[in-house]
């Protein structure tokens, strides 16, 4: 029971994380993605490399 809680936190704090990156990437700029070198179309792409690997 231990590990089925403790792999759920974990889940839930990566789930959050791909969230905030994808909404951060998706709500730049077109000027500021550019400057990056990324396409705010990727976002949820660049968020689950990020979160996930």
Known sequence: MFNFLTNYRENAAKRALFRKTRDEI????HREALELGIYPGDASRIAREAVWG
Request: hydrophobic share 50%; proline share 0%.
């Open 26 to 29: 998706a709500g730049m700029s």
